[in-house]
C-alpha cells in the first residue's frame, strides 16, 4: 500500500526556535498533503492544505506565518513551525492523496511530536 | 460547518462484539472512514465506504451506514486486545479533499 513517512518522529526545542518538520510519500507522487494538528486526547484539527508547486490553503485561525508550509516536489511537503512557543507543543500528522484511476484515498504518516519548553 | 460527533470510550471483553457508533451532518458526504490510532502512533485506515452503499464487510470489520439519519458505526467482531485503540470516523464531502474527523472513541478490550 502507499506510505507516508514523517520526520522527525519528534522533537524537543527551546521557545522562540524554528522547527521543520518534513512529510514524504515514498512510494507514490502526491499533489496534495495535508496538515493536521492534534491535542492530547483530541481529534485531528486540519491546518492547511499543501499544493504541489503552489501555495498552501490555511485553515480559518491558523497562522500562515507562523506555519510555513512548502511542497516543493510531488512527494515531499515540509512544515515550519516558526518562533515556536509551548502552545505550539502538539501531535503534527501529514497526510497524502494517493490517485488510481477516479478514486482518492488519503494516507497518514506516523505522525511528529513536537514538545516546546 | 461539517461536523461528526462519536462517544468517548467503550469497554467490551475479549472475544466479543464492538459497536462504535459515529453520526455527521454534512449531507452531501461522499466517503466515510473508519480509522485506528494506537498510543503514540498515526493513523491507520481500516476501512471506507461510499455514501450510496448501506454496507460493507471486510474480513471482521463490518460498516454500516444509514444516509437518512447520517449514522454511521463500525463493528468489529471477535474483539481482541490488540483491537485496544482509538478509532476515528472521518468523512470527505464533494466540496473539499481533506477529511473532517470525529472526536475518537477510545476502545479499551479487557482479557
Known amino acids: 500500500g502507499a506510505v507516508v513517512s514523517q520526520h522527525p518522529s519528534w522533537v524537543i526545542c527551546k521557545s522562540g526556535t524554528s522547527v521543520k518538520i518534513e512529510c514524504r510519500s515514498l512510494?507514490?507522487?502526491?499533489?496534495?498533503m495535508f496538515w493536521y494538528r492534534q491535542f492530547p486526547k483530541q481529534s485531528l484539527m486540519l491546518m492547511a492544505t499543501?499544493?504541489?508547486?503552489?501555495?498552501?490553503?490555511?485553515e480559518q485561525g491558523v497562522e500562515k506565518d507562523k506555519f510555513l508550509i512548502n511542497h516543493a516536489s510531488l512527494t515531499l511537503s515540509t512544515l515550519t513551525v516558526t518562533s515556536a512557543h509551548p502552545e505550539d507543543s502538539s501531535f503534527y500528522i501529514c497526510?497524502?492523496?494517493?490517485?488510481?484511476?477516479?478514486?482518492?484515498?488519503?494516507?497518514f504518516g506516523p505522525g511528529t511530536r513536537l514538545t516546546v519548553l | 460547518g461539517e461536523d461528526v460527533e462519536q462517544s468517548l470510550f467503550l469497554s467490551v471483553r475479549e472475544g466479543d462484539s464492538s459497536v462504535i457508533n459515529c453520526t455527521y451532518t454534512?449531507?452531501?458526504?461522499?466517503?466515510l472512514y473508519w480509522y485506528k490510532q494506537e498510543p503514540g502512533a498515526g493513523l491507520q485506515l481500516l476501512t471506507y465506504?461510499?455514501?450510496?452503499?448501506d454496507m460493507k464487510q471486510d474480513q471482521r470489520l463490518t460498516v454500516l451506514l444509514n444516509k437518512k439519519d447520517k449514522h454511521l458505526s463500525l463493528r468489529i467482531a471477535d474483539t481482541q486486545t490488540g483491537d485496544s485503540a482509538i478509532y476515528f470516523c472521518?468523512?470527505?464531502?464533494?466540496?473539499?479533499?481533506?477529511?473532517?474527523f470525529g472526536s475518537g472513541t477510545r476502545l479499551q478490550v479487557q482479557p
Open positions: 497526510s497524502a492523496i494517493f490517485t488510481s484511476g477516479s478514486k482518492n484515498t488519503q494516507y
Open positions: 512510494d507514490f507522487q502526491a499533489t496534495t
Open positions: 499543501s499544493n504541489e508547486g503552489s501555495k498552501a490553503t490555511y
Open positions: 454534512d449531507s452531501s458526504s461522499t466517503y
Open positions: 465506504i461510499f455514501s450510496n452503499m
Open positions: 472521518a468523512e470527505k464531502d464533494t466540496g473539499r479533499r481533506a477529511l473532517t
